[in-house]
């Protein structure tokens, strides 16, 4: 069981940043690909970004390349998604996830652990 705990979420001013993190419980945890997904009201959960258990390949969604970037820092069970230049349009509730396994992949569908999530707001 990997239990996981987002953080950094908040109030931003269009152009501005914020820095998400995500502790995991699990021992194993540079065992486990991670990703994160973000869903804003009236719509559906969708991809954001991933990394693969080391840490060497990432994946971004479309419209947050260039301007998020994932990281992970397995000595302390952790993940961080760099958010910057941010836009209204990037306002959704951001979750943390997991999967039991070392690929990073972009379909929720294949992620086994999920964190309570943390809400990002951009004004614009």
């Known amino acids: 069981q990997v239990q996981l705990v987002e953080s950094g979420g908040g109030l931003v001013q269009a152009g501005g940043s914020l820095r998400l993190s995500c502790a995991a419980s699990?021992?194993?945890?540079?065992?486990?690909?991670m990703g994160w997904f973000r869903q804003a009201p009236g719509k559906e959960r969708e991809f954001v970004a991933a990394i693969n258990w080391s840490g060497g390949s990432t994946y971004y969604a479309d419209s947050v390349k260039g301007r998020f970037t994932l990281s992970r820092d397995n000595a302390k069970n952790t993940v961080y998604l760099q958010m910057n230049s941010l836009k209204p349009e990037d306002t959704a509730v951001y979750y943390c996830?997991?999967?039991?396994?070392?690929?990073?992949?972009?379909?929720?569908?294949?992620?086994?652990?999920w964190g309570q999530g943390t809400q990002v707001t951009v004004s614009s």
């Open positions: 699990a021992r194993t945890f540079n065992k486990n690909a």
């Open positions: 996830a997991a999967r039991a396994g070392l690929s990073a992949t972009t379909w929720y569908g294949t992620y086994d652990y």
